[in-house]
T-cell receptor, first 113, second 110 residues
Framework: RKEVEQDPGPFNVPEGATVAFNCTYSNSASQSFFWYRQDCRKEPKLLMSVYSSGNEDGRFTAQLNRASQYISLLIRDSKLSDSATYLCVVNEILTGGGNKLTFGTGTQLKVEL | DADVTQTPRNRITKTGKRIMLECSQT?????MYWYRQDPGLGLRLIYY???????NKGEISDGYSVSRQAQAKFSLSLESAIPNQTALYFC?????????FGAGTRLSVL
């Protein structure tokens, strides 16, 4: 089983639609969670952190369910500029200090006119 | 100017050649990382360093070596490149849980 699993997509949605991505992780000791965005042939960039209480940043809402080891990202009112690959990222604290990020393979979103 | 700079951005080399990818950062972070990205496999960690005297292997370190020359510099070497090392390579720096990536080096080994 992969440490972080995502549906690769692509998700093709019309502009204005609401779309949701899911992610599961295998290590119950994982400490913190993130969504990164990666545009084609570019570097990943942090989109938002994910908290158990849920957090919102404009049109984006992220949610964490620790019991189910499940993370979600909801995008409302999709824009053409939202087209990208969304990476689910899990952080573990390493023995002796430091941390390790594990990246999912990403979910591709294509927003169309 | 970018906070994390990778050179070269693109490189084509032949099997058996030694190649070095360089990374420098201006963010002042102690932690630096090298990843490779392949289609369908996502980002995989090659090596990481938490300070100048600290080097750690990631999940796919075979065939690679690194050098942390200074806090701001972390280079990745392929001693004898092979075709399955063709990939997109990213350097990243980190503070606590967040990582900031360079623009990537696209490497092709023929």
């Amino acid at each position: 089983r992969k440490e972080v699993e995502q549906d690769p997509g692509p998700f093709n949605v019309p502009e204005g639609a609401t779309v949701a991505f899911n992610c599961t992780y295998s290590n119950s000791a994982s400490q913190s969670f993130f969504w990164y965005r990666q545009d084609c042939r570019k570097e990943p960039k942090l989109l938002m952190s994910v908290y158990s209480s849920g957090n919102e940043d404009g049109r984006f809402t992220a949610q964490l369910n620790r019991a189910s080891q499940y993370i979600s990202l909801l995008i409302r009112d999709s824009k053409l500029s939202d087209s990208a690959t969304y990476l689910c990222v899990v952080n573990e604290i390493l023995t002796g200090g430091g941390n390790k990020l594990t990246f999912g393979t990403g979910t591709q979103l294509k927003v169309e006119l | 100017d970018a906070d994390v700079t990778q050179t070269p951005r693109n490189r084509i080399t032949k099997t058996g050649k030694r190649i070095m990818l360089e990374c420098s950062q201006t963010k002042g972070h102690d932690r630096m990382y090298w990843y490779r990205q392949d289609p369908g496999l996502g980002l995989r960690l090659i090596y990481y360093s938490f300070d100048v005297k600290d080097i750690n292997k990631g999940e796919i370190s075979d065939g690679y070596s690194v050098s942390r020359q200074a806090q701001a510099k972390f280079s990745l070497s392929l001693e004898s490149a092979i075709p399955n090392q063709t990939a997109l390579y990213f350097c990243a720096t980190g503070a606590k849980n967040i990582q900031y990536f360079g623009a990537g080096t696209r490497l092709s080994v023929l």
